[in-house]
């Protein structure tokens, strides 16, 4: 890695990274806008004092700054869930935290095999959205028209290749975000969950959502003809299952022990209920309105009940690493240090799922002392 060279493409990222804009870390360091910009864009080099004054601000190892991408990840599309309460510039970091995350996926796939993305390779635009949702949970062998048949949807994608981030499942406002990158011609779907607090009606809902986004990319069907709600639906209550478990529902009560037995949120059951036609329009309204004076909007019943312990694959990964003692936690920062990624312990935590404080060393690169400009001289 050369250490001689500011690479204003790496302050970019770095910002992006930090969800900031150039006006705020303008404002944050002291250091002019049009400045920032001509840094970004490597028209000339910030001085020493400025380029440590960057690294305290947006918490990235100054080394960071004077390296070089070693491996291009082609970001192809990106899938934000609408109804996110997230500023923008929050979201677009996602972009590059999700990128980070792939560059590690490929330094522990050096060492482990991951499991390779597994759809079945017959779906086809002019299927229904129920045809589609059969055919996956028949490839994936989760089908079973007798009776309920609760997922942890989690686990499943993992299986079946797709990358899936657990960084924000406590981050208030947090929605879903998924990415398609490509690294030559290698394509991953690459999920951030939002805040589902671990519990596994909603995380299940907010992934059948996401599987239905990277069903209508693999389609080329716009998301405008393809609703993600419906098939999240469909796929997580097949139609005959479903109505053999829903005879004689009919209270709000009555949806919730529907609930502990497929584990998806009373909101989705009473929503199948209606758009197959077991319950009216009006007394869709009437139960949804019951649901929103509960105030289940915020927090269902049973929650705490389906709360799960999911590990990222990166998790287990460096776990196997660790315990099998191919690497330690020095060795380890010093590998992705040499592959180009340098960042201080608690953001690698972060994006591998790590409890704080589980690669604190004493002695690693990247546990630099930040310089405080601002801090008056004696």
């Known amino acids: 890695m050369k250490k001689d060279v500011f690479n204003g493409k790496r302050l970019k ?22 400045d920032i910009l001509a840094f970004e864009d490597n028209k000339y080099k910030p001085t020493l004092e400025n380029a440590l004054k960057l690294s305290n601000i947006l918490h990235f190892p100054r080394e960071y700054f004077y390296g070089n991408e070693n491996v291009k990840i082609v970001v192809e599309d990106s899938h934000f869930n609408p109804n996110s309460r997230l500023p923008r510039v929050e979201e677009i970091s996602y972009k590059e935290k999700l990128i980070m995350l792939r560059k590690l996926f490929l330094f522990f796939e050096e060492y482990i095999g991951f499991p390779e993305l597994d759809l079945p390779n017959n779906l086809h635009r002019g299927d229904s959205m129920e045809t589609l949702c059969q055919k996956i949970r028949e490839h994936w062998d989760l089908w079973d028209d007798e009776k309920p048949t609760p997922l942890n949807l989690g686990d499943i994608m993992t299986a079946k290749g797709v990358i899936i981030s657990y960084m924000n499942v406590n981050k208030r406002g947090a929605s879903p975000f998924t990415q398609k990158q490509s690294v030559e011609k290698n394509t991953r779907y690459v999920i951030a969950l939002g805040e589902d607090r671990n519990i596994a009606p909603i995380r299940n809902h907010d992934l059948a959502c996401e599987l239905g986004y990277i069903i209508s990319d693999i389609l080329n069907i716009p998301l405008k003809k393809f609703d993600c709600d419906e098939f999240a639906a469909q796929f997580l209550l097949p139609k005959q299952a479903f109505l053999n478990s829903i005879e004689g529902t009919n209270e709000l009560e009555d949806f919730l022990n529907l609930k502990a037995k497929w584990a998806v949120p009373v909101s989705l059951l009473i929503y199948r209920a209606y758009s197959l036609g077991v319950i009216s329009y009006k007394k869709y309204n009437y139960l949804l309105n019951q649901w929103q004076q509960k105030g289940w909007n ?5 929650d705490d009940k389906f709360k799960l312990h999911d590990s990222s694959l990166l998790k287990m990964a460096y776990e196997a690493l660790i315990e099998n003692h191919i690497v330690s936690n020095n060795t380890l920062i010093e590998k992705l240090y040499d592959r180009g990624i340098v960042l201080y312990p608690e953001d690698l935590e972060i994006l591998m799922d790590l409890k704080e404080n589980t690669l604190k060393t004493k002695n690693n690169k990247n546990n630099l002392k930040k310089v405080d400009f601002k801090r008056k001289r004696a």
């Open 298 to 302: 915020k927090s269902e019943p049973l």
């Open 13 to 34: 990222i770095a910002r992006v990274y930090r969800g900031k804009s150039v006006d705020i870390l303008a404002k944050e360091t002291n250091i002019n806008k049009k």
